[in-house]
């Protein structure tokens, strides 16, 4: 039975922001993903990453741009240690950011997770597709295991971008823990243009630290550098159409419930974009909503597009928290539970790059489907 806490998501920030609660704490029970699906073992590890080709764009004092990318992939490797979701000094901090009165600090440090920490590699010489991720504003990328576990479980290596100083822990190798920075411009009118923007940088930058002459992963030798797709939640969905703007590296894109309000210019220009791209969003979230940019981004989209709604979905729906918001009886405004969520996600995700970087054609991806009445094909 749900507890009477009634929490909400902002559409464009992805903020988990309780309203009201009934109980003075929620239980600290360990909290768990869905398994991933595919039939190879996860791997993961974590990458720091330097850019000393620009400034950070929140701390210019800061004279280089640093990231910590998490890297999930395919492994021979079923057993071992599985990685951790967050510290319990990272989980404090994001807690005590997003002020979840009555969430037990450790909380997002019990989660149960599928991937191998370390696990070696596996598979043939440039053999597989490249995605990169990036989550939601002020959202830590481990909000977005889920997906990324079951990507390289069907055989992709997924890349999955920390920006920092725009979640409220991040931590370094050398000890060092990075807040959120960034949070003190946000009330600006262009902000998440300019959030959009450096976030599309940081897709290129990660996309040159992997594919280029010298990768910084000893496991890059799996990529194959002629198969690349970008996708995010929220603001980083918003990111992932702009990094496919950018960089013609990438050859498909993928905004899941994000708008593209950026403040200023249209994210996707009004010359178009001639690559792949899909928008998956809640039902609330449509075409000829209250959404003017985002639906003014996907006309300007030139190639092949879908725009797919999801009925009963809620904006954190599609990450990790609609599976936790269930576990610990927290009420976001989804009638569609975060299992069957997440499945979704998950299913019109992989079968997107699997239909433009695999080339195998997804009936999904072009009709409606008794297995997902959900699910609705709103605008071509």
């Known amino acids: 039975m749900k507890t009477t806490f009634l929490a909400v998501c902002a559409l464009a920030a992805g903020l988990l922001t309780p309203v009201a609660t009934g109980t003075a704490a929620l239980a600290a029970e360990p909290l768990q993903l869905s398994a991933p699906t595919g039939r190879f073992p996860v791997g993961a590890t974590e990458l720091y990453l330097k850019d000393t080709s ?37 989980s404090r901090l994001l807690i005590e950011g997003k002020h979840l009165d009555g969430v037990p600090p450790e909380i997002f440090s019990t989660v149960g997770t599928y991937a191998i920490d370390g696990a070696k590699p596996a598979g043939r010489a440039h053999s597989l597709p490249l995605i990169v991720l990036s989550p939601g504003w002020t959202q830590p990328i481990v909000t977005l295991t889920g997906l990324a ?18 979640t409220y822990a991040i931590t370094f190798p050398d000890g060092r823990i990075t807040g959120c920075a960034a949070c003190a411009f946000d009330n600006d009118r262009k902000f998440f243009g300019k959030l959009y923007q450096s976030r599309a940088a940081d897709v290129s930058f990660v996309l040159d630290e992997l594919t280029g002459r010298h990768p910084k ?21 918003a990111s992932a159409l702009a990094a496919l703007v950018r960089d013609r590296r990438i050859d498909a894109g993928i905004d899941v419930d994000g708008t593209t309000n950026s403040g200023g210019d249209p994210v996707v220009p009004v010359t178009g974009v001639n690559r792949p791209a899909l928008v998956l ?77 695999r080339h195998r054609r997804q009936p999904l991806l072009n009709k409606a489907s008794n297995r997902y009445p959900e699910v609705s094909i709103v605008a071509r």
């Open 54 to 90: 620009r400034p950070d764009p929140w701390v210019p004092e800061q004279t280089a741009r640093e990231l910590m990318v998490t890297l999930w992939y395919p492994t021979n490797t079923p057993q071992g240690t599985r990685t951790e979701y967050l510290s319990a000094e990272e």
């Open 149 to 166: 576990e079951d990507l390289a479980s069907h055989g992709y290596v997924v890349a999955g971008i920390n920006h920092t100083y725009e």
């Open 217 to 237: 992963w000893p496991g890059a030798r799996l990529i194959d550098p002629s198969r690349i797709g970008v996708a995010g939640h929220s603001a980083g969905g």
């Open 281 to 357: 969003t809640s039902d609330d979230h449509l075409p000829d909503g209250h959404d003017q940019w985002l639906a003014a981004d996907f006309t300007n989209l030139t190639g092949w597009k879908r725009w797919i709604a999801v009925t009963g979905a809620d904006h954190a729906s599609f990450t990790d928290l609609g599976i936790f918001a269930d576990q610990l009886g927290i009420d976001i405004g989804a009638t569609t539970p975060g299992v069957r969520a997440t499945e979704i996600t998950r299913r019109y995700v992989r079968a997107m790059f699997d239909e433009h970087l």
